[in-house]
């Protein structure tokens, strides 16, 4: 036996509607990378409010995505030892050091490409976008490899053709102040 609903629209005539149109009319709840990538958006919004003074969307620029970045370093929960360390280069820690806890490279990839598709879906332009800057391609570029170096964990760099661009990128690269100090 089939139950259903009863809705008034007004009270000279009621509408029936089955329970699978009902289940049909209630909103989906957002999925984990889309729920994740909200929570980083206001995260973000909120950093730059908080700035001194604060930073307007509009005049965000790749050195503000840097600094955030830099920012969500003091909550990371990967051990990354500095040169010094007596464990630099050792995948394992026999015992306790002094190295800085920061963010996985990984995660922080992550949460560039979210905060990438976030910043467009919010109404700003792919051309403006500070998220898809390649001075962040180039800093993570640099995580990865200090990370990699500090765990002992070799990457294999994968090889391009060769055009002017990519020599030209690169040797930008080598200049910029967004260097990350292991």
Same mark, same amino acid.
């Given at each position: 036996?089939?139950?259903?609903?009863?809705?008034?629209?007004?009270?000279?005539?009621?509408?029936?509607?089955?329970?699978?149109?009902?289940?049909?009319?209630?909103?989906?709840?957002?999925?984990?990378?889309?729920?994740?990538?909200? =929570?980083?958006?206001?995260?973000?919004?909120?950093?730059?409010?908080?700035?001194?003074?604060?930073?307007?969307?509009?005049?965000?620029?790749?050195?503000?995505?840097?600094?955030?970045?830099?920012?969500?370093?003091?909550?990371?929960?990967?051990?990354?030892?500095?040169?010094?360390?007596?464990?630099?280069?050792?995948?394992?820690?026999?015992?306790?050091?002094?190295?800085?806890? =920061?963010?996985?490279?990984?995660?922080?990839?992550?949460?560039?490409?979210?905060?990438?598709?976030?910043?467009?879906?919010?109404?700003?332009?792919?051309?403006?976008?500070?998220?898809?800057?390649?001075?962040?391609?180039?800093?993570?570029?640099?995580?990865?490899?200090?990370?990699?170096?500090? =765990?002992?964990?070799?990457?294999?760099? !994968?090889? !391009?053709?060769?055009?002017?661009?990519?020599?030209?990128?690169?040797?930008?690269?080598?200049?910029?102040?967004?260097?990350?100090?292991?």
């Amino acid at each position: 036996m089939q139950q259903s609903l009863t809705m008034e629209k007004d009270s000279s005539r009621p509408e029936t509607i089955a329970p699978s149109d009902q289940q049909r009319q209630q909103p989906t709840p957002p999925s984990r990378y889309e729920s994740q990538k909200r =929570r980083d958006w206001n995260t973000f919004g909120q950093y730059l409010r908080n700035q001194r003074p604060p930073v307007p969307l509009s005049h965000c620029t790749f050195n503000n995505v840097i600094d955030f970045l830099r920012y969500l370093d003091q909550f990371g929960k990967t051990k990354v030892h500095l040169p010094g360390c007596v464990f630099y280069g050792q995948k394992e820690q026999p015992a306790p050091c002094p190295c800085p806890l =920061r963010q996985a490279w990984g995660s922080l990839d992550a949460l560039i490409g979210r905060l990438r598709a976030a910043y467009e879906e919010n109404g700003g332009s792919p051309e403006t976008n500070p998220f898809a800057s390649s001075a962040i391609r180039v800093y993570l570029r640099e995580v990865k490899g200090c990370q990699a170096k500090a =765990r002992g964990i070799p990457y294999k760099k !994968k090889r !391009k053709t060769s055009t002017t661009t990519a020599r030209n990128d690169e040797q930008s690269s080598s200049s910029s102040p967004t260097t990350y100090f292991c």
